[in-house]
């Protein structure tokens, strides 16, 4: 059974960092694609940030030059760091793990099989 966990999620203040976790039990990390995306209240959930299993990433246009995707194989984790937070930043923050590109591209919500239930950040000015 596959689980996957986000923490690292909280309150800071604009112009603040975080950093967020995804521990995956169940799975190697190593072996499928995984990306990071959140979902504000009222908006769609959207891709963030993507890793492929050969080391790639991906950013959205909105976070590139402020977040940075990592993974931690030793720790079967993956990483979402977070700088220059601002208010547009706050949001449900979610994991996903395996990609299936027959489903979806990869910041679509169709293209991964699991999901964790999310880490709230919360940027105040």
């Known amino acids: 059974q596959v689980q996957v966990e986000e923490s690292g999620g909280g309150s800071v203040q604009a112009g603040g960092s975080l950093r967020l976790s995804c521990s995956v039990s169940?799975?190697?990390?190593?072996?499928?694609?995984m990306a990071w995306f959140r979902q504000a209240p009222g908006k769609e959930r959207e891709g963030v940030a993507s890793?492929?299993?050969?080391?790639?990433?991906n950013y959205a246009d909105s976070v590139k030059g402020r977040f940075s995707i990592s993974r931690d194989t030793a720790k079967n984790t993956l990483y979402l760091q977070m700088s220059s937070l601002n208010a547009e930043d706050t949001a449900m923050y979610y994991c996903?793990?395996?990609?299936?590109?027959?489903?979806?591209?990869?910041?679509?919500?169709?293209?991964?099989?699991?999901w964790g239930q999310g880490t709230q950040v919360t940027i105040s000015s």
């Open positions: 996903a793990a395996w990609f299936m590109p027959w489903s979806g591209g990869r910041f679509a919500e169709s293209g991964y099989k699991y």
């Open positions: 169940g799975l190697t990390v190593s072996t499928v694609s």
């Open positions: 890793f492929t299993v050969d080391g790639s990433t």
